[in-house]
């Protein structure tokens, strides 16, 4: 039972490039979720999905795309890559009622 | 609007000390809450929530609707407590994190 995998661990990208971060679970959870980290800032709210077909914005979409066409998959877009995007993501997720969230390892990614 | 707020950015105690970590929310109807743990270089994971009213690693947090609160606490701390913690209250959904909080036992 690998959980929840994000792939790369670490990207370098130059300013105007984009790319997608990957995420997968194998525990068929529904709700899932990006977040990037900052330094001192804790953990922000990207996008969300409630299951397959469905996603929401958090407290800071701008600049991201998201789907959700799997229930195992939720890839994270970043059309054009800015500075200020320079953060670790990490993806989450959990079953709907039973609480606890299951997070991935991480990307940290720097754009340069 | 759903908010978490960790007030402390650095908590700094010796071994031995006893350790509370406050966590205030704000959501309109009755969250989900729960206390995660960052060790260095690991992933978050999740240390304990209140509908289980359990005891992990000698940490508790009880939920105060009245204050809006659930501090967590350790009556000892251990120089591995050492980590970010983080408090998350769940709703509308979302699953949304406070500042965290960094925890720095010395021996």
């Known amino acids: 039972n690998a959980g929840v995998t994000q792939t790369p661990k670490f990207r370098i990208l130059k300013i105007g490039q984009s790319m997608t971060l990957q995420c997968t679970q194998d525990m068929n959870h529904n709700y899932m979720y990006w977040y990037r980290q900052d330094p001192g800032m804790g953990l922000k709210l990207i996008y969300y999905?409630?299951?397959?077909?469905?996603?929401d914005k958090g407290e800071v979409p701008n600049g991201y795309n998201v789907s959700r066409s799997t229930t195992e998959d939720f890839p994270l877009r970043l059309e054009l890559a800015a500075p200020s995007q320079t953060s670790v993501y990490f993806c989450?997720?959990?079953?709907?009622?039973?609480?606890?969230?299951?997070f991935g390892q991480g990307t940290r990614l720097t754009v340069v | 609007a759903q908010r978490v707020t960790q007030p402390e950015k650095l908590l700094s105690v010796f071994k031995g000390a006893p350790v509370e970590l406050k966590c205030n929310y704000s959501y309109s109807g009755s969250p989900e809450l729960f206390w995660y743990v960052q060790y260095s270089r690991q992933r978050l994971q999740l240390l304990l929530r209140?509908?289980s009213r359990e005891s992990i690693k000698g940490f508790t947090a009880d939920l105060n609707k009245g204050e809006t609160s659930f501090h967590l606490k350790k009556p000892f701390a251990q120089e591995e407590d050492s980590a970010m913690y983080y408090c998350?209250?769940?709703?509308?959904?979302?699953?949304?994190f406070g500042a965290g909080t960094r925890l720095a036992v010395h021996p």
């Open positions: 999905s409630v299951g397959a077909g469905i996603t």
């Open positions: 998350a209250s769940g709703g509308y959904n979302k699953l949304i």
């Open positions: 989450a997720s959990r079953l709907q009622g039973e609480g606890p969230a299951f």
């Open positions: 209140h509908i």
